[in-house]
C-alpha cells in the first residue's frame, strides 16, 4: 500500500503549533512574521528528519506560482541550444525556478501542443524560440497576461518581450571578412526560411556582396527537406553546379556540418582550398583540419539577458506594461578556414 504523504497539517500537530506557523517556516517567512530561530530550527529539522516534500501542485494553486519556466528551442539536441540552456538553467536555479526544456522542431502543431499544455500546468512562463507560424499563440499568451520572452528570431509587428542577435550585421561582417581574404565567389548555404534570424543573415550576405560588387551564389533549402536528411544532397549539387565557388559561407552549424561531409566525401581537397565560416561555432570546429572559422553568439550574455527581462515580468501585474527587445553582438571567430590561400 502507498505511504500517504506527510502535510504540513501533520507536521503542525506533531509539534503543537498552528499550520500556519509551519507554513510561514516551510516557505521561508520565518524572519518576516518574527518567528524564532528557535521554533524555526525545530520545525525545519522535523521536516527534514521525516523527509517532508511540499505538494507542488497544491502550492502553486495556494500562491498562484509554480516556480516553473518553459524553455523552447527548435532542437535541444542542437550544440548552440544546449549549451545556452544548461547556462539558463544554472541561472534560474539560483533566482529560485527549475526549467523545463522541450524541442518545437520548428513545427507549428507541435509549439501549439506544447504551449497549450504548459499553460495549462500553470508554469510561470515562457521562453520560446518560436516556429514560423504561431505567432497568433504568443499574442494570445500575452493577451492572458503570461511572461513570455521570444528567443533567437521574433515576429514583426508583434509586441512582445525578445532577445535576439544582429543577425544582418553578424552575417555581414563574415562575409567581408571573406571578401577581404581575397575571397570573389561566396557560397551562402541557408534554409528557405522567412523567421527573422535568417532572413537576416542573408541580408547581411547579400549587402556585403553588393558592397563589395560581387554576384551573390545562394542557396536556400526547405527546413523540411533538412528533417528528411537531405540536405547534403542539396549542398553537393550546389557545388557541382558552381565549380567556381572559393568560398562558403553556411548559416547554421548544422548545415556548416553537413556541408563539410560534402566536401569530405566528394572533394577533401576542397576543404583546405575553399574559404569556410559556420554561423554558431561548435567545439569540433576548433579541431578541424583546418579548424573552421565561425560566428559565435555571446551564450552567457544571452542567458544573463533573458533572466533580467524575465523576472521582473513575473512580478508584474500586467506584462504589457514593458517590452524589451534585446538585440546583442556577435563574435567572428577566426580560424585558419577563412584565412587567404
Known amino acids: 500500500m502507498k505511504k500517504k504523504p506527510v502535510s504540513i497539517r501533520n507536521i503542525a500537530e506533531e509539534l503543537k503549533i498552528s499550520v500556519t506557523t509551519v507554513s510561514f517556516v516551510l516557505n521561508g517567512k520565518a524572519k518576516e ?57 544554472d541561472i534560474a536555479y539560483e533566482k529560485g525556478y527549475k526549467v523545463i526544456f522541450c524541442s518545437n522542431e520548428n513545427d507549428d502543431e507541435k509549439s501549439n501542443e506544447l504551449i497549450t499544455l504548459f499553460n495549462f500546468r500553470q508554469v510561470d512562463g515562457f521562453i520560446i ?3 514560423p507560424g504561431i505567432k497568433d499563440t504568443i499574442e494570445n499568451l500575452i493577451k492572458d497576461n503570461i511572461p513570455v520572452i521570444l528567443l533567437d528570431r521574433f515576429f514583426e509587428g508583434l509586441d512582445c ?39 537576416g543573415r542573408l541580408v547581411g550576405y547579400e549587402r556585403a556582396a553588393e558592397e563589395n560588387g560581387l554576384k551573390p551564389n545562394t542557396l536556400q533549402i526547405p527546413f523540411n527537406e533538412i528533417i528528411k536528411g537531405k540536405g547534403k544532397q542539396y549542398i553537393k549539387e550546389f557545388i557541382d553546379q558552381h565549380a567556381d565557388l572559393d568560398a562558403m559561407f553556411f548559416a547554421t552549424n548544422y548545415l556548416a556540418q553537413s556541408g563539410l561531409e560534402v566536401l569530405k566525401e566528394n572533394n577533401p581537397r576542397l576543404i583546405k582550398d575553399l574559404g569556410i565560416i559556420a554561423f554558431d561555432d561548435n567545439d569540433m570546429f576548433k579541431i ?3 579548424a573552421i572559422t565561425s560566428v559565435s553568439q555571446p551564450l552567457l550574455e544571452i542567458s544573463t539577458k533573458l533572466m533580467e527581462v524575465m523576472l521582473p515580468l513575473l512580478k508584474k501585474k500586467d506584462v504589457t506594461e514593458t517590452s ?18
Do not use: C, W
Not at 528557535?38 to 500562491?63: C, F, G, H, M, W
Not at 524589451?324 to 590561400?341: A, C, F, G, P
Open 288 to 290: 578541424y583540419d583546418p
Open 129 to 131: 524560440v518560436p516556429s
Open 161 to 199: 518581450n525578445s532577445v535576439v542577435i544582429d543577425n544582418e550585421q553578424a552575417s555581414f561582417d563574415a562575409t567581408q571578412h571573406l571578401i577581404q581574404n581575397k575571397f570573389k565567389n561566396i557560397g551562402f548555404v541557408t534554409t528557405a526560411s522567412d523567421q527573422s534570424q535568417m532572413h
Open 33 to 89: 512574521k518574527h518567528i524564532s530561530k528557535e521554533l524555526t530550527k525545530k520545525v525545519l529539522d522535523y521536516a527534514k528528519l521525516i523527509n517532508y516534500r511540499p505538494n507542488q501542485i497544491a502550492q502553486s494553486l495556494r500562491t498562484g506560482k509554480s516556480k516553473l519556466l518553459v524553455f523552447m528551442v527548435e532542437d535541444i539536441s542542437n550544440n548552440f541550444f544546449s549549451k545556452l540552456a544548461r547556462i539558463f538553467e
Open 324 to 341: 524589451h527587445k534585446v538585440i546583442l553582438k556577435t563574435e567572428l571567430i577566426i580560424r585558419e578556414s577563412s584565412l587567404q590561400k
